[in-house]
């Protein structure tokens, strides 16, 4: 960890194995700790001091390639693109005394390097590149229908949709319900192999690789919404 004013260190970790996860900042049960998914541990560090907190192995997982995520106060949430898939923890603390245990698994949700989405009561990501839903209450399938293949996708704030950018360069706005996805628009963005998340500025979606960056406009045309470049 770094001071964020001048740069210098103030504390390192040996932590316990290599990663593509990158740590984060998550309050779990009132207490800011840093978080980092290392190979098949889970590992909370103290903000201030990285001091470890508590760990867990997760046995018969994969190795997450996502940062963890803080579905709330008390649950969080590590996917990885095998093993036991995207897996809800429950963390308790007494005193001291971290407690850590499995709430539910979601074997059929197995995201590789494509983050996942949290929308209310829902969480969806992609699954060798196709379009999958879950219940965030018990890990249920609720469905798994669009391929996109590879890409990421993000959520747009308030609204159960989001945005998918996949690797061929296409660019994707769906409605997501509990029973099925609703595909509102789907195009062409950019040319060329595309690792990258879109940005979204108020109606403009910003889409880039190592060839080209695009800015995409979302407009009304005869009550449906539609992308021009």
Same mark, same amino acid.
């Not at 260190?9 to 932590?15: A, D």
């Not at 923890?89 to 005193?95: A, E, F, I, L, P």
């Not at 628009?185 to 889409?207: F, M």
């Given at each position: 960890?770094? @001071?964020?004013?001048?740069?210098?260190?103030?504390?390192?970790? @040996?932590?316990?194995?290599? /990663?593509? !996860?990158?740590?984060?900042?998550?309050?779990?049960?009132?207490?800011?700790?840093?978080?980092?998914?290392?190979?098949?541990?889970?590992?909370?560090?103290?903000?201030?001091?990285?001091?470890?907190?508590?760990?867990? *192995?997760?046995?018969?997982?994969?190795? !997450?390639?996502?940062?963890?995520?803080?579905?709330?106060?008390?649950?969080?949430?590590?996917? !990885?693109?095998?093993?036991?898939?995207?897996?809800?923890?429950?963390?308790?603390?007494?005193?001291?005394?971290?407690?850590?245990?499995?709430?539910?698994?979601?074997?059929?949700?197995?995201?590789?390097?494509?983050?996942?989405?949290?929308?209310?009561?829902?969480?969806? #990501?992609?699954?060798?590149?196709?379009? /999958?839903?879950?219940? !965030?209450?018990?890990?249920?399938?609720?469905?798994?229908?669009?391929?996109?293949?590879?890409?990421?996708?993000? #959520?747009?704030?308030?609204?159960?949709? *989001?945005?998918?950018?996949?690797?061929?360069?296409?660019?994707?706005?769906?409605?997501?319900?509990?029973?099925?996805?609703?595909?509102? *628009?789907?195009?062409?963005?950019?040319?060329?192999?595309?690792?990258?998340?879109?940005?979204?500025?108020? @109606?403009?979606?910003?889409?880039?690789?190592?060839?080209?960056?695009?800015?995409?406009?979302?407009?009304?045309?005869?009550?449906?919404?539609?992308?021009?470049?």
């Amino acid at each position: 960890a770094y @001071n964020k004013v001048d740069g210098e260190i103030v504390w390192t970790s @040996n932590g316990t194995g290599e /990663t593509y !996860s990158s740590p984060q900042v998550v309050t779990l049960q009132g207490v800011r700790q840093v978080v980092s998914a290392l190979g098949t541990t889970i590992l909370s560090q103290e903000v201030a001091s990285g001091r470890e907190l508590w760990s867990y *192995v997760r046995k018969g997982a994969g190795h !997450s390639m996502l940062q963890p995520m803080a579905l709330d106060a008390e649950r969080l949430l590590v996917a !990885s693109g095998d093993g036991d898939g995207t897996v809800c923890y429950r963390v308790t603390k007494s005193d001291d005394q971290w407690k850590i245990e499995p709430e539910w698994s979601a074997p059929r949700l197995r995201p590789d390097f494509n983050e996942v989405v949290p929308l209310p009561d829902k969480i969806v #990501g992609l699954t060798k590149g196709l379009l /999958t839903c879950i219940s !965030s209450k018990d890990g249920k399938l609720l469905w798994k229908k669009l391929r996109f293949g590879g890409g990421q996708l993000i #959520g747009i704030e308030n609204q159960s949709r *989001v945005i998918v950018l996949s690797e061929a360069g296409s660019l994707a706005i769906v409605d997501i319900d509990a029973h099925e996805p609703k595909l509102i *628009v789907e195009q062409q963005a950019i040319e060329g192999k595309t690792w990258n998340h879109a940005v979204v500025v108020a @109606n403009r979606i910003y889409c880039r690789n190592a060839e080209e960056i695009a800015c995409w406009k979302i407009i009304e045309s005869a009550n449906k919404q539609v992308a021009a470049k």
